[in-house]
């Protein structure tokens, strides 16, 4: 018999405080409002390779070598306790003794191995490494080309890659480099049915996950970091950032991620809220097909860049929140970093001057654009188009639905949009895979230059950091100076709205970090 | 009556292929899946081991062919997103939207008939003047509009009620009522006009002349005869219940075929699409049949025509 006490608490039940509290653990639980969780409905970051994905990865998975995401962008020790580099092909790797997986078992050097072998990542022809995606295989081949890992003790390995590899090290912090138990690879019904619940060793487990809906993660009391400091997380796919926004006023969530700038002003407005966020490890720039005829001559593409007022689009559309790079490289690049690199200048008149010198005659130039797939980016462009109209460039705008329609080869193909992010300290993160002789603008031919492709190549062979530094400086020379396959932007900048009584901190990239020493009310 | 149903059931094999078809060309010649799944930031190499798995890299005809032969057989395919069955992802869907869109469509009747009927009865009048003008108000302002005011009313500023997502039966109160409210507009106009048009016709006034009482005016010779086009209104309802929820669903986070849509469109995932589009064709033929069949009961004409 339902009495009226207990019908009035069945009401006022779904009012109660966000931070619900369990019988038996204090911890909260919380939920965090996203655009969207995965793009391929997998929890695995090999498969999800994406900002979505990069949120909430972290949280059940961790990399081999763990990175400050907060304040250095530096590695640190995580699941590896020492790295030691052997020779310039090898390191060696001692892992850190107890740590668990979410199904109990400690985690040793076969459940590393099986994580970077044929297992996980490369793929092969019988067992479970039949079952690895052609995908995952391109991808795990592209970040560790040549690898293979040797175990020499229940909690040591050498890893061993094909040639020299000056950044080995740094690539076992690379975000597709998680550890996840070999038993639950070979224990898995299919790998469909494994990726949607990857056994890893984060603080939190994955609880429930409901593809284009919500992803429950429960605390792992046994994480080897400590109790994590909540009991549950909750991440709800929310796509509209108006819907967000109001569940995060209204007190249904916790955070809301994906905040534009626009929109941070009037969060702030509301006393108990706060954006926190800001510049992540990604460059934003406009690349140039230089086999077009209007960009074929340097000097039109190095007037584009001059004529971009990067000050006004950052402090008009930005609030202010992010800046210019010194070219495409990262200060936590520590020794590998050109701290003399200049920024990219704004000069109108040298930038008139030079198209005169071109001979340019107004011909057309074609922007391909997406609506506002980057943040800002249509506002953005419409700045852009207004610079260069200034300088004498007529460049005209044309609107796309999606990438296919942005890269296809043809006459209208001259300048579009592109982020570049890193996921390890090195150049090597991101220049091969961009700029190299394999990299993404030379495979849809709409920049080559062998000298580029030999200084990448250089990056990524040279174990000498002083010639290595000299082969960065030559790459960024001809890129943005001698032969311009890009003009930068800024550096993105990524907010999540949250309750301002909530004491954490945002990571200088799409990672969420929930575990212990991140949380406090 | 065979003859009937025979030439309707061909009508709407066609209509299906004809669907299909220009579902494939359109999705597969406007964005490559490899691409826009694998995100902008996948390797090559990535992409092109995709691209082979999935069979992209084979001529567009051949595809097409390869893809029509395994509807016919029934199999619809699976979702390139995630590998899984394309029927089986859809179908996981369908009793979400339904919970949304049957409510719905209730209200929709619920509110708009005796709205319409009653601003025709009180005709340029006040009653008239206000139906007619929230009917219009609900008509013109779009669903996303609408919800979210409700959601800044209801969600933020009251706080009575969840702003999104599908946790509960309080979850599914305002995407209901956004699109109960819109479609009830759409009845009201329709139920009132046709209505107005029946009421001045000269079997109301013999009706009313030989002292029938004026509700048994109303219910016995107005309604039924101004059924027929309400009744097509409502059969494009019912038709729309599966997939009629797209924009409702995105602006309150509801996970149902209407989302489904948009995402698998944007991947371009063909599978999902058409396994959706031929769903939404199947139920929309069969409402229309459905509507078909009941003019000839509520019209005595056409079923003599049809017999």
């Known amino acids: 018999m339902l009495s009226r006490r207990s019908a009035l608490a069945a009401l006022a039940a779904p009012a109660l405080p966000r931070l619900a509290l369990a019988e038996g653990d204090a911890r909260p639980s919380i939920t965090v409002a996203v655009q969207k969780i995965a793009n391929s409905n997998t929890l695995d970051i090999a498969r999800e390779n994406s900002n979505v994905g990069t949120r909430h990865f972290a949280c059940y998975t961790e990399p081999l070598v763990d990175t400050d995401w907060i304040t250095t962008l530096r590695p640190r020790a995580g699941l590896a306790l020492r790295w030691e580099r052997v020779d310039e092909r090898r390191v060696e790797v001692a892992l850190r003794p107890g740590v668990r997986f979410h199904n109990g078992d400690e985690m040793t050097a076969e459940d590393v191995a099986a994580s970077f072998g044929p297992e996980r990542l490369f793929g092969g022809e019988a067992g479970v490494a039949a079952r690895v995606p052609p995908d995952v295989r391109a991808q795990g081949r592209a970040v560790f080309p040549g690898l293979s890992v040797e175990v020499l003790g229940r909690h040591r390995l050498r890893f061993v890659t094909g040639r020299p590899d000056p950044a080995l090290d740094k690539r076992l912090g690379h975000r597709i480099g998680v550890v996840v138990s070999r038993r639950s690879l ?23 996950f409901r593809p284009d809906n919500a992803l429950i993660l429960e605390a792992f009391d046994e994480y080897w970091g400590g109790r994590p400091p909540l009991r549950r997380i909750r991440f709800l796919e929310v796509p509209e950032v108006a819907a967000r926004i109001a569940g995060l006023l209204s007190g249904e969530y916790d955070f809301a991620c994906d905040i534009p700038p626009d929109q941070i002003a009037e969060i702030e407005r509301s006393r108990g809220f706060e954006v926190q966020g800001g510049l992540i490890a990604n460059h934003r720039f406009i690349t140039f097909d230089k086999t077009h005829p209007q960009l074929a001559d340097p000097r039109i593409r190095r007037a584009l860049s001059l004529s971009i007022d990067r000050a006004s689009i950052i402090e008009g559309l930005w609030a202010g929140r992010t800046e210019v790079p010194r070219g495409m490289q990262f200060p936590f690049y520590g020794g590998m970093y050109l701290e003399d690199w200049p920024q990219p200048r704004f000069g109108l008149a040298e930038a008139r001057a030079l198209v005169r010198a071109a001979g340019y005659k107004g011909e057309t130039i074609p922007y391909r654009l997406l609506n506002n797939y980057y943040t800002a980016q249509t506002p953005t462009a419409q700045v852009l188009v207004e610079g260069w109209r200034a ?85 960024l020379t001809i890129l943005e100076q001698e032969d311009p396959a890009y003009a930068m932007l800024h550096q993105a900048a990524n907010f999540t709205g949250k309750r301002r009584a909530i004491r954490w901190r945002a990571a200088q990239s799409f990672l969420m970090d929930f575990r212990p020493g991140n949380w406090d009310v | 009556m065979l ?134 108000a609900g008509f013109t302002v779009p669903s996303f509009v609408l919800g979210l005011l409700l959601v800044l009313l209801f969600a933020v500023q009251l706080g009575w009620l969840p702003s999104g997502g599908q946790e509960g039966w309080r979850h599914a109160v305002l995407p209901i009522v ?23 016709q000269p079997y109301i006034r013999t009706a009313s002349a030989k002292g029938v009482p004026w509700r048994a005016v109303v219910w016995g010779h107005a309604l039924p005869n101004a059924a ?36 698998a469109v944007a991947n371009r995932d063909l599978a999902v699409v058409q396994c959706i589009l031929l769903l939404v064709a199947a139920t929309m033929v069969t409402a229309n049949l459905v509507v078909d069949l009941l003019y000839g009961a509520l019209d005595p004409r056409l079923r003599q025509r049809t017999a």
């Not at chain 1, 299919?190 to 984060?202: E, F, H, M």
């Not at chain 1, 080559?448 to 990056?459: I, K, Y």
Request: charged letters at 20%; aromatic letters at 8%.
């Open chain 1, 186 to 208: 070979e224990e898995a019904e299919s790998w469909l049915a494994w990726a949607r619940r990857p056994v890893g060793t984060g603080p939190y487990r994955v609880a429930e």
């Open chain 1, 391 to 475: 300088a004498g460039l007529n460049v005209q705008i044309q609107m796309r639905e999606n990438w296919t329609q942005v890269l296809e080869a043809g006459p209208t193909r001259a300048l579009r949009d592109w982020s570049s992010t890193v996921f390890i300290a090195d150049p090597v993160s991101n220049m091969p895979s961009v700029w190299g002789r394999n990299g993404s603008h030379p495979a849809t031919g709409e920049w080559r230059n062998e000298e580029a492709f030999a200084a990448v190549e250089a990056l990524e062979t040279e174990m000498d950091t002083g010639r290595r530094r000299a082969a960065m400086h030559r790459l």
């Open chain 2, 3 to 136: 003859r009937f149903l025979g030439f309707r059931l061909l009508r709407a094999a066609v209509t299906i292929v004809l669907v299909v078809s220009f579902a494939f060309v359109v999705l597969r010649l406007s964005g490559d899946p490899a691409q826009i799944i694998m995100g902008a930031d996948a390797p090559p190499e990535a992409i092109v081991a995709f691209r082979r798995a999935w069979g992209l890299e084979e001529p567009l005809w051949r595809q097409y062919l390869r893809y029509f032969g395994a509807i016919v057989s029934g199999d619809l395919g699976r979702s390139m997103r995630d590998g899984r069955d394309a029927i089986a992802l859809v179908a996981e869907r369908i009793p979400a939207t339904l919970a949304l869109t049957i409510p719905a469509l209730l209200i929709k009747l619920g509110l708009g008939i005796p709205a319409g009927i009653t601003a025709a009865l009180h005709r340029n009048s006040l009653i008239d003047r206000a139906v007619m003008m929230l009917a219009v």
């Open chain 2, 178 to 200: 956004t699109m109960g409210i819109g479609g009830a507009a759409v009845l009201a106009r329709f139920t009132r006009s046709a209505m107005l048009e029946v009421l001045g």
């Open chain 2, 228 to 263: 027929i086009p309400t009744v097509t209104i409502i059969g494009f309802m019912v038709g729309s219940l599966i997939a009629g929820a797209v924009v409702v669903e995105s602006v309150f986070s509801w996970p149902g075929v209407g989302r489904l849509l948009v995402v």
